[in-house]
């Protein structure tokens, strides 16, 4: 079976020339399905410019990245676009929440670019939002809820339509211990479903509940270990 994502020797160079900064330096990667992989990285080693591009936000300078067996390393960004709203859920460490809409009419929004009628996509997500847990809260704006809601309704949103990639940069970053914790959970209940999660993370302990863990420095990926079931299982029980 194809890697669901396959990265292979891709750079991001900024000011080419004498003072060229390589915010990817050769980086190759592949995910396959139903994997849970956290990036790990501090700020400035190139973590952030990986997930742009895995999420179809920038290009590269040179490589291949194919998402789905398909190349989009030197897309439009108007193909980008379309890539985004069929393949990939984003999960933002801000939300991204509109916050004149209610918990369900976020959830939709991203349906509605993707065509979905309105019936399905009401009904999509409704059993998004209670998949996190927010049933009593589908008519609650963002104001009205805590940051731990809001950030489940970002994940409703993300998980709704069922893209092959969630895609979650810092997702509990603005968030305390116990909320975090709770996020935290609920990507791994559906890795355990058989989603894809790409964790991005400057955090060593939110790391550990991936299944791999992918280290990047100075634009190179320096560490790529996958746990052992037993290991995993005691992380996740």
């Not at 349906?111 to 009904?123: A, K, V």
């Not at 996020?183 to 964790?199: A, D, F, H, N």
Request: proline share 3%; glycine share 10%; hydrophobic share 40%.
């Amino acid at each position: 079976m194809a890697h669901l994502i396959e990265v292979k020797n891709v750079y991001k160079i900024y000011n080419p020339g004498e003072n060229e900064v390589r915010a990817l330096d050769g980086v190759s990667l592949t995910v396959d399905h139903g994997e849970f992989v956290a990036i790990i990285g501090q700020s400035g080693s190139g973590k952030s410019t990986l997930m742009n591009m895995l999420g179809c936000l920038d290009v590269c300078t040179s490589g291949e990245y194919r998402i789905n067996g398909q190349d989009v390393s030197h897309l439009s960004d108007d193909d980008l676009s379309e890539i985004r709203n069929n393949e990939i859920g984003f999960i933002f460490q801000g939300f991204n929440l509109i916050p004149s809409l209610n918990a369900l009419e976020n959830v939709e929004l991203p349906l509605i670019y993707r065509g979905i009628g309105r019936e399905q996509r009401r009904r999509l997500s409704e059993a998004a939002l209670r998949k996190v847990g927010l049933e009593k809260r589908m008519d609650h704006r963002p104001a009205e809820m805590s940051g731990g809601q809001q950030q489940r309704v970002a994940i409703a949103r993300a998980i709704a339509a069922a893209p092959p990639v969630i895609l979650a940069d810092e997702p509990t970053g603005n968030l305390d211990k116990r909320s975090g914790a709770d996020v935290m959970e609920i990507l791994r209940g559906l890795w355990r479903e058989g989603r894809t999660v790409i964790l991005i993370t400057h955090d060593p302990k939110i790391a550990e509940s991936a299944r791999r863990v992918v280290t990047i420095s100075d634009g190179k990926i320096i560490g790529d270990e996958t746990k052992a079931d037993a290991e995993m299982a005691a992380k996740v029980g």
